[in-house]
């Protein structure tokens, strides 16, 4: 997104990440001929304030980040995105992007259920392990199913 960005034409760009790929952006940027308005920063935004202070020199005009994982909230990214919003952007910013919908709707997913299942009350070596199906069921859908 950064590189975007300032392909785009932004003045100034401050990527700010919290993971190992940080080192691997810091490469992206440079390839792409960024490094004059691309700044990496390696952290969560809360923990390197004064880093991100530093590199902005006040305010951004635009905030842009890719914080929404399954269902919107997955990767838990939202307060760090707020705190950013709340701290940096300037009066009449704009944030990329400004909002999302999440739309749902009932299914049956009879063969995910038969699938999650099948081994618990498949008898394996002759050991009825069906008293454990439910629990295994439960663990299985607390997560987002993606195919």
């Not at 305010?59 to 919003?85: D, N």
């Not at 952007?89 to 739309?103: D, Q």
């Not at 002759?126 to 993606?146: C, F, K, N």
């Amino acid at each position: 997104l950064s590189v975007f960005a300032a392909q785009a034409g932004a003045r100034r760009v401050v990527a700010v990440e919290a993971s190992r790929v940080a080192t691997i952006a810091h490469k992206v940027v440079e390839q792409n001929g960024c490094a004059d308005v691309v700044t990496v920063l390696t952290g969560r935004i809360e923990d390197i304030t004064s880093e991100v202070d530093a590199a902005l020199a006040g305010k951004a005009e635009v905030l842009i980040s890719e914080w929404m994982g399954f269902m919107l909230v997955h990767e838990c990214m939202f307060h760090s995105v707020a705190f950013a919003r709340d701290r940096w952007l300037s009066t009449g910013g704009h944030m990329l992007p400004s909002e999302c919908a999440l739309m749902a709707a009932p299914f049956s997913g009879k063969c995910i259920v038969e699938e999650a299942m099948e081994f618990w009350e498949s008898h394996p070596y002759g050991v009825d392990l069906s008293p454990l199906g439910p629990i295994a069921l439960d663990e299985y859908t607390r997560e987002p199913l993606v195919e």
